[in-house]
């Protein structure tokens, strides 16, 4: 699950197995743009060259906004979407010459929109009943773009390993994973590394190895898709493994894609023994290493330097926040030296695509695709009897949110033994969208989608009433304390601890109150249960996506519990389903006023 575009500020205020062998992609051959002091007849002693970075793209083609059917806009007036970055990447091929650019993505490509979910469940890449699939957009958009390695992102192992080989079978660049291993072998899974060679009229070729890393965290967030099957050790464990074996193989420069932010967090705290965002901590602790491209946190970093502590070399680092929404361009100098060649300089930028067109090849080549997504989207489910709008579910009991918890009890509760129906049964969910909204009217398939935005599927496990206790404690970390007598200010009450909305759990079928005035572990108040207050030792079914069941966000107690009950249905196709099969969605069916903020025990809104 992506971190939320919000974290961007808190940062920039911090500051089933193929072979691994090595794959020499083509050599990247001379072109028209090349050194000012490469005079025919002499041997360069200086070249350039230039890696183009994107990540997170989230299977954003085009600058379209599936939820909204509308095109994307933004407060800060960027533009989603490959189609536009291509642009960019022609640009830079044009200035600089063919022969002098490399492409490069730092992961998560086919999960994200209605687009992705279209080709992963509706019409599947990997085909159903014994047919073909369809090419997924994604492999279509960037072997048109020449891509020359991407690293797996976690999303990638969201719709199971077989529809990733799929997609891996239909791009004509690797998908990089060194540290994403065989469970039984733990041998590489996927390709680790690729060399490119860039030639240079006159002299050797430039060997750039790219090595790719993806997020350890995947281990825990798709369980389901990878356990017994594959394993994901640390970025670092492995980054030292494979940078000095890219280092004998010749390279000139080493180059990491790492699906792993820049601060050494970690959103699962103890739950994995790995890092989440280690690029850094590769950066620091790994000698050898040029440059990373950096993924997974969805935020803008331009150019980041990290010093190497047994180097004292600079690693270069950059970030280009996320859905296409900017391009980063790595520049590399480097000079000739006894017949090898040497970084003498590097720098990195980040480039936004909102002033230039779309590609219209990837217009022509995607536009049937992108239109039947629409009208998926806009297919009709049933109506809803009014507004519903979940733009106050980060502090306010809403029915919109009592919709999720709806549909997650109903289902979980047709799906347990017998002694297991006898507990009390309740419901966990987070606000993902504030912007999210269910028509008075006709109801749709992206409205419900833009409220429920991960392709999360349903759990029932078991805590006592101690741990839910804890449970909701830690989910009202988010809250900033505010003082009694203090006034509210919606704007600056969430997100406290780098709590994003996503991360914050509400709860259903027990009554509690979250006391913002008193501090982090003492917040839950009057927590009980029809009535009566919620024993130490009471047992109970929580329904639980997928995500957070497996240890997501850190909450305690959760991933260790017993499982009661598991689906492979996403949670969105079953609200989508509780709709159709209703024909009408009503509150009054489903929405109660279970939990409030207070203040010293007075009640906030």
Same mark, same amino acid.
């Given at each position: 699950m992506s971190v939320s575009p919000m974290n961007r500020r808190a940062f920039m205020q911090k500051s089933a197995v193929t072979g691994a062998a090595v794959a020499t992609a083509g050599a990247v051959g001379a072109g028209p743009a090349q050194a000012a002091d490469h005079h025919p007849g002499h041997r360069p002693r200086t070249w350039s060259f230039s890696i183009l970075g994107t990540t997170d793209l989230h299977s954003h083609v085009f600058d379209w906004d599936y939820y909204l059917d509308a095109a994307y806009s933004d407060k800060a007036g960027n533009s989603v979407g490959i189609a536009r970055v291509a642009t960019l990447v022609k640009q830079q091929r044009e200035a600089k010459g063919e022969d002098h650019v490399l492409l490069v993505d730092a992961g998560d490509i086919i999960q994200g929109t209605s687009l992705a979910y279209y080709f992963a469940r509706?019409?599947?890449?990997?085909?159903?009943?014994? %047919?073909?699939?369809?090419?997924?957009?994604?492999?279509?958009?960037?072997?048109?773009m020449r891509y020359d390695a991407a690293a797996l992102g976690n999303h990638e192992f969201n719709y199971g390993i077989d529809l990733l080989r799929k997609f891996e079978s239909q791009c004509r660049f690797p998908l990089l994973g060194a540290n994403a291993l065989d469970a039984k072998t733990l041998r590489p899974a996927f390709q680790p590394y %690729?060399?490119?060679?860039?030639?240079?009229?006159?002299?050797p070729d430039i060997k750039v190895g790219i090595?790719?890393?993806?997020?350890?965290?995947?281990?825990?967030?798709?369980?389901?898709?990878?356990?017994?099957?594959?394993?994901?050790?640390?970025?670092?464990?492995?980054?030292?493994?494979?940078?000095?074996?890219?280092?004998?193989?010749?390279?000139?420069?080493?180059?990491?894609? @790492?699906?792993?932010?820049? @601060?050494?967090?970690?959103?699962?705290?103890?739950?994995?023994?790995?890092?989440?965002?280690?690029?850094?901590?590769?950066a620091e602790q790994v000698p050898g290493i040029d440059a990373i491209l950096v993924g997974h946190t969805h935020v803008e970093v331009s150019s980041y330097t990290v010093k190497n502590e047994q180097t004292g070399e600079d690693v270069l680092l950059s970030e280009p926040y996320c859905w296409g929404m900017r391009l980063t361009v790595f520049d590399f100098d480097l000079e000739l030296h006894h017949g090898q060649w040497k970084v003498t300089g590097k720098k990195a930028q980040t480039l936004s695509p909102s002033n230039v067109e779309e590609d219209p090849e990837i217009t022509r080549l995607l536009k049937a695709d992108h239109e039947l997504v629409v009208k998926y989207v806009n297919t009709p489910v049933?109506?809803?009897?009014?507004?519903?709008?979940?733009?106050?579910?980060?502090?306010? @009991?809403?029915?919109?949110? @009592?919709?999720?918890?709806?549909?997650?009890?109903?289902?979980?509760?047709?799906g347990l033994s017998s002694a297991d129906a006898a507990l009390p049964l309740i419901s966990v969910a987070a606000p993902f969208s504030r912007t999210a909204d269910i028509p008075a009217g006709s109801v749709t398939i992206k409205d419900i989608?833009?409220?429920?935005?991960?392709?999360?599927?349903?759990y029932g496990k078991k805590l006592t009433g101690a741990q839910l206790k804890d449970y909701l404690e830690y989910a009202a970390k988010y809250y900033h304390q505010v003082p009694s007598g203090t006034k509210v200010d919606t704007a600056t009450l969430t997100n406290a601890n780098s709590f994003w909305d996503y991360m914050y759990d509400t709860a259903a079928g027990v009554d509690y109150d979250i006391d913002i005035a008193q501090p982090e572990g003492s917040r839950i108040k009057n927590l009980s249960h029809k009535g009566a207050p919620v024993a130490d030792d009471q047992v109970f079914v929580v329904a639980v996506n997928n995500y957070r069941a497996n240890g997501g966000s850190g909450y305690p107690h959760i991933a260790a519990a017993d499982i009661a009950y598991s689906s492979t249905n996403e949670i969105r196709q079953l609200m989508i389903d509780y709709v159709t099969a209703k024909g009408a969605l009503n509150p009054a069916d489903f929405a109660v006023t279970n939990w409030k903020l207070t203040q010293n025990g007075t009640a906030v809104f």
């Open positions: 509706v019409d599947p890449i990997n085909g159903t009943g014994g %047919t073909h699939g369809p090419r997924h957009p994604m492999a279509t958009a960037m072997n048109h %690729t060399v490119k060679r860039i030639r240079v009229p006159g002299a090595l790719g890393l993806t997020n350890p965290g995947i281990a825990l967030w798709d369980k389901d898709n990878v356990s017994g099957r594959m394993v994901f050790p640390g970025l670092v464990e492995q980054a030292k493994k494979y940078v000095p074996r890219l280092r004998a193989l010749g390279c000139d420069v080493v180059f990491l894609t @790492d699906h792993s932010g820049l @601060d050494g967090s970690s959103s699962y705290g103890s739950e994995l023994p790995y890092v989440e965002n280690a690029s850094n901590l590769v049933g109506t809803c009897s009014t507004d519903l709008s979940a733009a106050e579910s980060c502090w306010k @009991d809403v029915p919109i949110m @009592d919709f999720i918890h709806q549909v997650q009890m109903a289902t979980v509760a047709t989608a833009g409220l429920y935005i991960y392709d999360n599927t349903l």
